[in-house]
């Protein structure tokens, strides 16, 4: 008997503790929070990032299709070492001049936390401008600006939220036109960063496609005036029942009512969603043609700029340490406003915002 009271005792002090080490998993996991990156060079890719891990690479116009189709396993490393990578990738295209007077990354990041946000946005700072300095290329990282942008800025103004705020709004539009404003407007940072990282796994239309689709789409949001107007009378009723000189009686039946709309509501809510999703999934077809192509126009890129890469740092080798301290003062003495001043001066000038084909 005693040794059967042992064994009960053991058994539970295991489960006890297997429970301690899933739960503490669980409260590992819920609590990394999500962060959306941003890299626009002339190619501009999104990340989402758990934590500091990469979980979704999606490319923002068609110069980001290319790039990302020499980008492979991004998931899963850290999100400084991918926005490296695709530094790097952009320079071997072409995409980013390595004789350029000065060349910049655009970064955005933002997200649940914002003690998360700086120490990421610090870490691919510090990346990209090592990669940069190594290279003996004048780049540096700087803070993506949106007041160029009049779409977000008109968000962020009449909304009363942040630029970075506006541009994921933004970019779930773009996604996801059959989606209302009010609607993303209504999400949390989380959820707003979700429908992003979902991107892929819901199909991605490619940029040549996307005011194509997205005309389609309202095309069919227009069929379903009705949902949209049921909505607002529901909002109408649920402000009715909140009255609290009504009876018991006439709440019960304005619910009733609201319910009844409600029904009504979920049945044209599916249909529409039936009817967008075949909608993408014709655009799927067509979409993953141009993603072949892509790849096409990737490879020739690379067979017309990656030599002169190459031997732009078989140059740099040659003199590395002069190079990399006038790269260094002149990020420095950029950082302080003023106008940099190094040797030898570049025979070409370009801003990265400009392809170089």
């Avoid at 934590?51 to 690479?57: I, L, P, S």
């Amino acid at each position: 008997m005693k040794n059967l009271f042992k064994i009960l005792c053991l058994c539970l002090c295991v489960a006890l503790i297997g429970s301690c080490i899933v739960g503490c998993s669980n409260e590992t996991a819920e609590e990394k929070p999500l962060t959306y990156v941003s890299l626009r060079i002339n190619p501009e890719v999104e990340l989402v990032v758990e934590d500091e891990t990469v979980v979704a690479v999606n490319p923002v116009n068609e110069d980001g299709e290319i790039l990302l189709t020499q980008i492979e396993d991004a998931i899963g490393k850290s999100v400084d070492e991918i926005c490296e990578e695709v530094t790097k990738v952009a320079t071997e295209m072409g995409y980013i001049d390595v004789d350029g007077e000065e060349v910049n990354v655009n970064l955005e990041v933002s997200g649940e936390k914002a003690e998360k946000v700086e120490e990421i946005k610090g870490k691919i700072e510090k990346r990209v401008n090592k990669f940069f300095t190594d290279c003996g290329i004048f780049g540096k990282v700087k803070e993506e600006m949106h007041e160029t942008y009049a779409e977000i800025e008109e968000i962020a103004t009449a909304n009363n939220i942040s630029m970075h705020e506006a541009k994921i709004v933004c970019r779930i539009l773009e996604v996801y036109p059959e989606m209302a404003l009010e609607e993303v407007l209504a999400l949390s940072v989380k959820e707003r960063i979700e429908l992003l990282k979902d991107n892929k796994n819901f199909g991605h239309i490619t940029a040549e496609f996307k005011d194509e689709y997205k005309e389609a789409v309202d095309a069919v949001k227009a069929k379903y005036d009705e949902m949209f107007n049921l909505e607002e009378i529901v909002e109408g009723l649920k402000a009715e029942i909140e009255k609290t000189d009504l009876t018991d009686e006439q709440k019960a039946l304005i619910q009733a009512e609201i319910d009844s709309v409600m029904d009504q509501i979920k049945a044209l809510r599916d249909a529409f969603k039936a009817e967008v999703d075949a909608l993408k999934d014709g655009f799927k077809q067509v979409c993953e043609l141009k993603k072949a192509e892509h790849k096409v126009k990737a490879e020739e890129k690379l067979n017309q700029h990656k030599e002169k890469f190459d031997k732009h740092l078989e140059e740099v080798e040659l003199n590395k340490e002069q190079i990399k301290e006038e790269i260094e003062s002149w990020r420095k003495n950029f950082s302080e406003n003023k106008k940099p001043e190094k040797a030898p001066e570049p025979e070409n000038s370009s801003e990265v915002e400009n392809s170089v084909e």
